[in-house]
């Protein structure tokens, strides 16, 4: 997994007069819950967001938003619905904002951002495509291989039980996984 970066967003949104506000979250504050309309779009300055869903008691993680990413609940900030997901700070975490208002003016008013946000869905979709043939073509061991060798500030900073969700790895099988490979 590979952040979703652009770097003409990117530098956009942090230029002077940049429409974009600053937001903290502490650690397991939630940017969005399941069930509920999300309101922002957001780049992550520092700091992880996990995005997951509650699936008979269970927290499953979907996706883990890094620093110097883009992320939102897009279907339910797009179409203002309830989110099917929960987006929530795994560890303190400073990200760069705009509503849903704001967001739809430079979308309709602002050239470069319309193009760069376009970009940066196009590497999203690919970055979406991987993740799902993997989980579908690689054994867990190589899908843990692949995330030790292209996103190792994850096997450092997020808790093991998040990685093995994310990873659609048992943490039985995880742990296993880890104590073979060191």
């Given at each position: 997994m590979l952040p979703g970066e652009s770097k003409a967003l990117q530098q956009y949104i942090t230029e002077p007069g940049s429409p974009f506000q600053k937001l903290h979250l502490d650690k397991n504050q939630l940017l969005c819950d399941q069930g509920e309309t999300c309101n922002h779009f957001t780049f992550v300055v520092?700091?992880?967001?996990?995005?997951?869903?509650?699936?008979?008691?269970?927290?499953?993680?979907?996706y883990l938003a890094l620093r110097n990413s883009f992320t939102s609940a897009l279907e339910s900030f797009l179409n203002r619905?309830?989110?099917?997901?929960?987006?929530?700070?795994?560890?303190?975490?400073?990200?760069?904002?705009v509503d849903r208002n704001t967001f739809e003016k430079l979308m309709s008013e602002d050239v470069i951002f319309r193009q760069a946000?376009?970009?940066?869905?196009?590497?999203?979709i690919c970055l979406i495509d991987d993740y799902r043939i993997?989980?579908?073509?690689?054994?867990?061991e190589e899908?843990?291989?692949?995330?030790?060798?292209?996103e190792?500030?994850?096997?450092?900073?997020?808790?093991?039980?998040?990685?093995?969700?994310?990873?659609?790895?048992?943490?039985?099988h995880m742990s296993r996984i880890r104590k073979n490979i060191k």
């Amino acid at each position: 997994m590979l952040p979703g970066e652009s770097k003409a967003l990117q530098q956009y949104i942090t230029e002077p007069g940049s429409p974009f506000q600053k937001l903290h979250l502490d650690k397991n504050q939630l940017l969005c819950d399941q069930g509920e309309t999300c309101n922002h779009f957001t780049f992550v300055v520092g700091g992880i967001l996990q995005h997951g869903i509650e699936v008979n008691g269970d927290e499953k993680t979907t996706y883990l938003a890094l620093r110097n990413s883009f992320t939102s609940a897009l279907e339910s900030f797009l179409n203002r619905v309830p989110s099917r997901k929960f987006i929530k700070a795994i560890v303190a975490t400073d990200l760069l904002y705009v509503d849903r208002n704001t967001f739809e003016k430079l979308m309709s008013e602002d050239v470069i951002f319309r193009q760069a946000y376009f970009d940066l869905i196009q590497k999203q979709i690919c970055l979406i495509d991987d993740y799902r043939i993997d989980l579908l073509t690689l054994t867990p061991e190589e899908r843990y291989q692949k995330l030790l060798s292209t996103e190792p500030v994850l096997l450092q900073q997020v808790p093991l039980h998040l990685l093995s969700s994310f990873l659609g790895i048992s943490m039985r099988h995880m742990s296993r996984i880890r104590k073979n490979i060191k």
